[in-house]
């Protein structure tokens, strides 16, 4: 009988699941959104209900689509966003809706924290600052805003680990993922309370579940999941690992030279290394056993960018989504980048910069098309994504090469203009879901497929094309990046009491 591997990824944007065999060929993929609710500028929450329906939906949809049997099934792998929180009441049941790792409720509370001191106490533990959709910071939000959800949350949950309890019935993280939600310790990979004393949210150290290895089997489909799935009772659920982690097992990062970008509805720019490195944003376990992966990401890319077509190309661009990618690739392609003085700056979720900035178009004026704009808003993604990898590379590191993956990838132009801002040869993964690919590589581990990481990826990944900088558009590239460098800090002025 063949074998066959479930990827299911809750992403910020869309979930998405995928069929692959065990080469990593993907067979079917099959998407579903839920609708964002919006109750206040800066909060963005799902309805958990709805969120549980569409993976179900999703799951059926894709083995639909692929054409196999339940019973083909090996085992399954679950990732998600990072962060955000999910919480859940003694039976399971949410208490409140999902907070999306896009949300920025809790900005002014982030940089009162910080100005107490509490990052400064805690870092050594966590080697996490904090931001405003961190799980810490969130649960302390919850703490003084809302206490009554608080007191009725039983479980506190990532996005993909809810999806985990609703598929197998068991709570449980995973190490990449506790290692990055600022409350555990990452010398002692275990719930510190003195991270939880410091935030003064002690009484939530007991709501947080037991972890479970990445690549072992956590849990098994139920009944009443396999009813409302169609998957097969008895399945198994591989730990996995969320977003980050995925997509870089995903794009075969097994080294440190590497530069691994995924550019989705966040911008994640990383690297794999042996060492914790001080005074980094974001440092946490990586799936690599003696690894940890450094992070530098916001959510300043493609969503900005679907939010553009809808909002600014809205009744022009009509509703097929790929031949409105096709004419955005084709109007970006009729103007050189020198010919544009425009800047796009992608914070329309969220800064990378001031924790107020929102996003702006600079320098416009009434010359300018959707041609100029949607240009704009191509190089102000991919000068976000290199705002990030300068903070990588600012203590000397270097890289040899980058992959790249996510919804840039699918247009040509974008990442050609991607490796001409790096500066660095550039591959491009195959994968059209590499959440849900690395998360897919986890469950062939889990399964029994592969005996480990190595001899998984050498089977399952594979990159499509390589793209080389155009000396003469790096120099322009470096340039702009000056420019939107400036326009960041003339956002500074402007945000700044």
């Not at 894709?62 to 990732?79: C, D, M, P, S």
Request: aromatic share 10%.
């Amino acid at each position: 009988m063949k074998q066959y591997l479930l990827g299911i990824d809750n992403g910020g944007t869309v979930i998405k699941c995928a069929v692959y065999d065990l080469s990593g060929r993907e067979l079917a993929v099959k998407t579903e959104r839920v609708p964002l609710i919006e109750p206040y500028p800066g909060w963005v929450e799902r309805d958990l209900d709805l969120v549980w329906e569409a993976n179900a939906q999703a799951i059926r949809g894709a083995i639909e689509k692929a054409g196999i049997t339940q019973a083909e099934i090996l085992a399954i792998g679950l990732t998600g966003y990072g962060n955000g929180v999910c919480l859940v009441d003694k039976n399971g049941r949410p208490v409140y809706n999902a907070v999306v790792s896009s949300d920025n409720r809790a900005s002014a509370l982030c940089q009162r924290l910080v100005d107490a001191g509490v990052q400064e106490a805690i870092y050594p533990l966590t080697c996490q600052e904090f931001w405003p959709a961190q799980t810490a910071i969130l649960l302390k939000w919850f703490d003084e805003q809302m206490p009554d959800v608080l007191a009725r949350t039983d479980r506190v949950l990532s996005i993909k680990d809810f999806v985990r309890m609703k598929l197998t019935g068991r709570c449980c993280y995973e190490l990449t993922e506790t290692t990055c939600n600022g409350l555990m310790n990452i010398h002692t990979q275990a719930f510190d309370p003195s991270i939880f004393a410091s935030l003064g949210i002690s009484g939530c150290m007991e709501k947080m579940p037991a972890y479970t290895g990445i690549t072992d089997i956590s849990g098994r489909v139920t009944g009443n999941a396999a009813a409302e799935t169609g998957l097969a009772a008895g399945t198994p659920v591989a730990g996995s690992c969320y977003d980050v982690n995925a997509c870089a097992l995903a794009s075969g990062i097994l080294d440190e030279d590497t530069l691994c970008m995924i550019a989705g509805s966040w911008t994640i720019n990383e690297y794999l290394t042996r060492t914790l490195v001080e005074h980094a944003n974001s440092i946490a376990k990586s799936y690599l056993n003696g690894y940890y992966i450094l992070e530098e990401s916001s959510p300043t890319s493609t969503n900005n960018f679907e939010w553009f077509i809808d909002h600014i190309l809205a009744g022009k661009a009509g509703s097929d989504r790929s031949v409105i990618y096709r004419n955005c690739d084709r109007m970006v392609g009729e103007i050189s980048p020198e010919e544009s003085d425009l800047i796009f700056v992608p914070y329309l979720f969220a800064s990378a910069t001031h924790p107020d900035a929102k996003g702006a178009f600079l320098n416009l004026s009434s010359f300018h098309d959707e041609r100029y704009l949607t240009r704009a808003v191509y190089e102000g993604i991919a000068f976000s994504s290199m705002l990030h990898v300068k903070r990588l590379m600012k203590d000397g590191k270097t890289f040899s090469a980058a992959k790249l993956s996510g919804g840039i990838t699918k247009s040509g132009v974008w990442s050609q203009m991607v490796c001409d801002v790096l500066r660095m040869p550039l591959e491009i993964s195959s994968a059209s879901e590499p959440g849900a690919l690395g998360a897919a590589i986890c469950a062939a581990i889990a399964g029994g497929a592969y005996d480990g990481y190595e001899t998984a990826v050498a089977n399952m990944v594979h990159m499509k094309q390589a793209y080389l900088p155009n000396e003469r558009k790096e120099e322009i590239y470096q340039r702009k990046f000056g420019r939107y460098e400036k326009a960041l800090k003339a956002l500074d002025v402007f945000y700044s009491e």
